[in-house]
Nanobody, 123 residues
């Protein structure tokens, strides 16, 4: 099983980034995919999740309306479009996969994780 994130970087406040997570080694269409982030000294938090089975999704309160999650079952890839970025969005962003068929935002239910990609938003 592999999850490989890409698309992180340094942007100014108000800027945009698109994260990608390319996966292999499991039946992508049967999994729920999640984006989590962790800033220094803080706990890992759920940013957004999507069920590849039914398309239902979840957004954390701090990103709702600014971030959009999408999933391409043909490419086994999940994306996170991030707009109107703020300094408080600075963190390492992780992609994760869960065998739960429902949207779930608890990290403990995700079995597979990527290595993470750094997102830094300067003020």
């Amino acid at each position: 099983v592999q999850l490989v994130e890409s698309g992180g970087g340094l942007v100014h406040t108000g800027g945009s980034l698109r994260l990608s997570c390319a996966t292999s080694g499991f039946t992508f269409a049967h999994y729920t995919m999640g984006w989590f982030r962790q800033a220094p000294g803080k706990e890992r938090e759920a940013v957004s999740c999507i069920s590849n089975s039914d398309g239902l999704n979840y957004y954390g309160d701090s990103v709702r309306g600014r971030f959009t999650i999408s999933s391409d079952n043909a490419k086994n890839t999940v994306y996170l479009e991030m707009n109107s970025l703020k300094p408080e969005d600075t963190a390492v962003y992780y992609c994760a996969a869960s065998t739960m068929a429902i949207v779930i935002n608890t990290p403990e239910w995700y079995e597979h994780w990527g290595q993470g990609t750094q997102v830094t938003v300067s003020s």
